[in-house]
Nanobody, 116 residues
Framework: QVQLVESGGGLVQAGGSLRLPCECS????????MSWYRQAPGKQRELVAT???????NYVDSVKGRFTISRDNAKNTMYLQMNSLKPEDTAVYYC??????????WGQGTQVTVSS
């Protein structure tokens, strides 16, 4: 069973940066796509960014220009670099991986809190 483990969350002031790694127990090169989602209190889970096996990326409009998703197949790790953080970025951030079949995997989440 594949496991995804997020880390790197914490408390940061507005304008600051965080980098979230998502470590996979298996080969991430086997996934068609990997994504970061987030869920703020009282809100639905939101897709933040996606990276495909070919390296194509997509972002929700609210994070474009501030967040960067990347993957290191050699380390079996995906990252979310978050810059210029805003209080509205406060949420639990989840790692997600998809493989045709379909097979879907979620991490347990990491809390990001941005203070004003």
């Amino acid at each position: 069973q594949v496991q995804l483990v997020e880390s790197g969350g914490g408390l940061v002031q507005a304008g600051g940066s965080l980098r979230l790694p998502c470590e996979c127990s298996g080969k991430i090169s086997n996934f068609n796509a990997m994504s970061w989602y987030r869920q703020a209190p009282g809100k639905q889970r939101e897709l933040v960014a996606t990276i495909t096996s070919g390296g194509s990326t997509n972002y929700v409009d609210s994070v474009k220009g501030r967040f960067t998703i990347s993957r290191d197949n050699a380390k079996n790790t995906m990252y979310l670099q978050m810059n210029s953080l805003k209080p509205e970025d406060t949420a639990v951030y989840y790692c997600y991986a998809y493989r045709s079949g379909p097979l879907r995997f979620w991490g347990q989440g990491t809390q990001v809190t941005v203070s004003s």
